[in-house]
């Protein structure tokens, strides 16, 4: 039961356009999302976050958009730029007693063409 | 360098055997979460520990044990090796008992022949 989906395996986008990367999340307990970027032989490295009372959050290149009602949310990279280039995964987190845990989507391997 | 070591970095044993992953977290973290990443797959949330003490446990198998020291750093114990149990292995860590802003480790690869 996969409760974090992440429908596209592989995504490519040529540089300088907006990379546009899905996510979508069956458990409505869920009230925390993150990405993380992982590159090869590297652990997963946190990118951006938001909570569940937002609808949107910005850090520089990057967009995080939550549409809860679809359970859905998207990170944007615009512009993106080569050194992008690497797998995103999208997590999402939320109480469970007195801990909170990660659930991990599988992935999408983002290139970007110079 | 996000702080956490793990070691080894490569592993290859035999099925049927142990073996024990270790992981340091950063300084002054107190949680530590171990994740399995199977081929084509997601981290799979394993185990997590705060202080010493086991915390919250996810799909874990029964062969599988972990456990965290006085110090800090933990290791992961994996019995009766079966093909199935190749993967990537990451330890995360966080300041909090349950932090969403977890550091990961640059992982052990596990090959089990």
């Known amino acids: 039961d996969q409760q974090v989906k992440q429908n596209s395996p592989s995504l490519s986008v040529q540089e300088g356009r907006i990379s546009i990367l899905n996510c979508d999340y069956t458990?409505?307990?869920?009230?925390?999302f993150l990405w993380y970027k992982k590159y090869p032989a590297e652990g997963p490295t946190f990118l951006i976050s938001?909570?569940?009372?937002?609808d949107k959050n910005e850090d520089g290149r990057f967009t995080v958009f939550l549409n809860k009602s679809a359970k859905h949310l998207s990170l944007h990279i615009v512009p993106s730029q080569p050194g992008d280039s690497a797998v995103y995964f999208c997590?999402?987190?939320?109480?469970?007693?007195?801990?909170?845990?990660?659930?991990f989507g599988s992935g999408t391997q983002l290139t970007v063409l110079p | 360098d996000s702080g956490v070591t793990q070691t080894p970095k490569h592993l290859i044993t035999a099925t049927g055997q142990r073996v024990t992953l270790r992981c340091s977290p950063r300084?002054?973290?107190?949680?530590v979460y171990w994740y399995q990443q199977s081929l084509d797959q997601g981290l799979q949330f394993l185990i997590q520990?705060?202080?010493?003490?086991?915390?919250a446990k996810g799909n874990i198998l029964e062969r599988f044990s972990a456990q965290q020291f006085p110090d800090l750093h933990s290791e992961l114990n994996l019995s009766s090796l079966e093909l199935g149990d190749s993967a990537l292995y990451f330890c995360?860590?966080?300041?909090?008992?349950?932090?969403?802003?977890?550091?990961f480790g640059p992982g052990t690869r596990l090959t089990v022949t």
């Open positions: 300084s002054g973290d107190l949680s």
């Open positions: 938001i909570s569940s009372i937002k």
């Open positions: 997590a999402a987190s939320g109480a469970s007693g007195s801990a909170r845990q990660l659930t």
């Open positions: 995360a860590s966080s300041v909090e008992r349950g932090g969403e802003w977890q550091y």
């Open positions: 520990y705060y202080n010493g003490e086991e915390r």
């Open positions: 458990n409505s307990m869920f009230d925390y």
